[in-house]
């Protein structure tokens, strides 16, 4: 492409953010006076083409030549803001950053990045435009949600990438960089959980907060469950309560594929058949069980109370390190039939970090494909059949009996499953 074509293609774009940007801005100050506007449509829409310019100009004469003309812009920007204020009106200064920022993006564009820059002010125009939706999200958040929601970033965007990438230990089992990806996998997958199930709400049903229960923890969502049971005394509604249990483990069969799916993709191929067989069974006795609702007295007893515990992290973390090192060390000792023991027992506890344990033991290329499919496929029976006890030991043996045959037949589809692709000759 000729330098001039080049050079009208950037500035074309910078002159389009500004306008697009300042669209947004005219808008909201559509009813506004000449004399209360700190900047519209041809305002921004010049702003922009004067980044563009400035950046252009800067690639010929030097990097002062873009500073000057911000320099310029800032100011006139700031006087006109003092005059506005001076006349009495209230005038925020959201239109001023974004004016800036509208220089910068068109400055972006006039050195060539024109993708960035048109994402960047579509990205902008679309936050000038939730004003209020932002300030009802600020409202209904609570302390601790925007506390958790920062230590999340925190163990993720901050420490995740300062963590070595190289094995230590004994066995080489301890990753740290590879670990703590896991915690903040499994972390994000809960704060998920929570984040649904506060904004789907509690009330709308045992069997829907089952199913967004399960994202978070199926375990974790069985014993409060069973903890209303035995609390309400409402006989008629244990059955109902049991299914909610039976639709949170519906939830954590594609968790595992998720988890899965992310940290070894090649391996999710071989779960899926388990995987999806389990689910359907579940789901379909949740359905049946769907018609027969009934009312629950304090449905607010289910709401998650902790979206994010960092000391939960750093448990799980232990946790994954444990088992991580044992799956090494029974491979060591007692081959594949040790790696089946110890999924069996952490799967009576947690099936998330069996299946990381596995996987990456996979993607090491310590233990073969089908090993670690078997493997993760009785940690997922264990962790299922596993429910009716804790439930029937918080003390709710009719809720338990009520979802042991759901469970059962979804365990022994997930051992089928495991078998489908070499009956079909896809294995």
Not at 38 to 57: D, H, N
Not at 188 to 216: D, E, P, Q, W
Not at 247 to 269: E, H, K, N, Q
Not at 343 to 369: N, R, T
């Amino acid at each position: 492409m000729p330098a001039s074509e080049l050079l009208f293609e950037r500035l074309a774009v910078a002159l389009a953010l500004g306008l697009l940007i300042g669209a947004e801005r005219g808008w909201k100050a559509r009813d506004l006076s000449e004399g209360q506007r700190v900047a519209g449509v041809r305002t921004f829409t010049v702003i922009g083409f004067l980044g563009g310019l400035g950046a252009v100009l800067s690639v010929q004469t030097g990097p002062l030549m873009l500073a000057a003309v911000l320099l310029a812009v800032a100011g006139l920007l700031g006087v006109n803001q003092y005059i506005t204020l001076d006349r009495g009106s209230d005038v925020g200064s959201t239109t001023l950053v974004a004016a800036l920022a509208t220089f910068a993006l068109g400055a972006l564009a006039g050195f060539g990045e024109l993708a960035v820059a048109g994402a960047g002010a579509v990205v902008l125009t679309a936050v000038l435009g939730v004003k209020q939706e932002l300030h009802r999200f600020l409202q209904r958040i609570e302390a601790r949600e925007l506390h958790a929601a920062i230590e999340l970033l925190a163990i993720s965007v901050v420490l995740l990438p300062i963590l070595p990438n190289e094995h230590y230990g004994p066995f080489g089992a301890i990753n740290p960089y590879q670990l703590w990806w896991m915690v903040v996998l499994i972390a994000a997958l809960s704060f998920l959980g929570y984040a649904t199930i506060k904004i789907v709400g509690v009330k709308r049903g045992v069997l829907l907060t089952g199913l967004m229960g399960g994202l978070a923890s199926s375990t974790a969502t069985a014993i409060n469950l069973a903890r209303l049971a035995k609390a309400s005394g409402e006989r008629a509604a244990q059955p109902l309560l049991g299914a909610g249990v039976v639709a949170a483990v519906a939830t954590m069969y594609p968790r595992v594929a998720v988890i899965a799916g992310v940290l070894v993709p090649d391996l999710l191929a071989r779960l899926a058949w388990p995987l999806a067989l389990a689910t359907g069974v579940t789901l379909t006795s949740v359905a049946w069980r769907w018609r027969q609702r009934t009312e629950i007295t304090d449905p607010d007893a289910l709401q998650p109370h902790n979206p994010f515990e960092l000391k939960m992290a750093l448990q799980f973390g232990v946790l994954l390190s444990a088992i991580m090192l044992g799956a090494r060390a029974l491979k060591a000792w007692a081959g594949d039939t040790g790696i089946y023991l110890l999924a069996a027992v952490s799967g009576l506890s947690d099936v998330d970090a069996i299946v990381l344990s596995l996987g990456s033991l996979w993607q090491d290329g310590e233990i073969g494909q089908q090993v670690a499919t078997l493997g993760i496929v009785i940690a997922v029976v264990a962790n299922t059949l596993v429910k009716p006890v804790l439930v029937a030991v918080v003390g709710a043996p009719r809720m338990a009996l009520a979802m042991t045959g759901p469970l059962l037949a979804a365990g022994a589809a997930a051992v089928v499953g495991v078998f489908v692709p070499g009956w079909l000759g896809i294995g």
